[in-house]
């Protein structure tokens, strides 16, 4: 591994403890305005400072980041499908490296749809985007999505890290799942876990959160269970202790009631976003 690369990729999981906490506010690629993303900015500006990184597109990053802010940016470049489309698994690429380069990612994310309608098209996405990767010393996250008709598995899971990893992928994000360690075994590169759809308490995702660190992960790539909390920056400080301070999920739970009360008591405007549409149902959860 190149230089370059490895200097991007350890602004991601940290060497220190090869663990890192990504901030996914990228949903609005397919989802558009969605529950708790609807101003992206507010939404954003409040957690940076408790994540290690933040995954994105190029049109939320220009239009609703500050470019003076010191965070490493995980670029999502596949794309080109909505919710309201045909089939989400018609990825292609759609945003390209010249362009990365010109934001300043660190690392360049794409979904792959392994067992479905497209899934040869979104592994050779995935080839092509490793190659250029390579090329100019950019890591890749492999976003492995789920098909509503697969069950989400170790089984599954495992089949989808693998192939991501087989093809060149630096990281890749899935899902936690029951026996997650045999899907950590069977993939050579570091796995983070997505959060997946709003849990009903907070409790239930550190919980979450914890399991899949216990069981292997190198980290979560969080959005939904952070942003659509009543009390998202709590909710990011809970999760960045079970990550970086090995808290577990009711130690974890201590410090999002404790920054809970401090929010209430000082009177800081609560980051509460108001919700105005309807929270989309994302078929691959
Ligand atoms: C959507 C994504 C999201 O970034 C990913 O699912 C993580 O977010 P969440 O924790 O809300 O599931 O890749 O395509």
Not at 17 to 37: C, E, I, K, Q, S
Not at 44 to 54: E, G, K, T, V
Not at 55 to 63: D, H, K, N, P
């Amino acid at each position: 591994m190149d230089w370059g690369l490895k200097n991007r990729l350890s602004k991601i999981i940290s060497p220190k403890d090869n663990r890192g906490v990504m901030l996914a506010v990228d949903h609005g690629y397919f989802l558009g305005p969605t529950d708790g993303l609807q101003t992206p900015r507010t939404t954003i500006r409040p957690l940076l400072p408790y994540a290690d990184s933040l995954m994105l597109t190029r049109g939320v990053l220009r239009t609703s980041v500050n470019p003076d802010v010191n965070i490493p940016i995980v670029l999502r470049v596949s794309g080109g499908t909505s919710i309201v489309g045909e089939d989400l698994s018609n990825e292609s690429l759609v945003t390209s490296v010249e362009e990365a380069i010109r934001l300043n990612a660190s690392c360049l994310a794409l979904s792959i749809f392994v067992g479905s309608k497209h899934e040869h098209k979104t592994l050779v996405n995935l080839s092509k985007l490793v190659d250029l990767g390579e090329k100019y010393g950019i890591p890749i996250l492999t976003v492995t999505a789920v098909g509503k008709e697969m069950n989400r598995d170790s089984r599954y899971l495992g089949l989808a890290c693998r192939i991501a990893a087989e093809i060149g992928a630096h990281i890749v994000k899935t899902y936690y799942c029951q026996n997650f360690e045999e899907v950590v075994e069977g993939c050579p590169v570091p796995v983070i876990i997505a959060g997946g759809k709003k849990l009903p308490r907070e409790l239930e995702a550190l919980q979450l959160a914890y399991n899949a660190l216990r069981d292997g992960a190198a980290g979560v790539d969080m959005g939904r269970n952070i942003w659509q909390s009543d009390w998202p920056i709590a909710m990011i400080k809970a999760v960045q202790a079970i990550v970086h301070k090995n808290a577990d999920a009711k130690e974890a739970y201590g410090i999002f009631l404790e920054e809970e009360e401090n929010d209430k008591s000082s009177h800081k405007e609560r980051q509460k976003v108001v919700r105005t549409t309807v929270n989309h149902s994302v078929p691959f959860d």
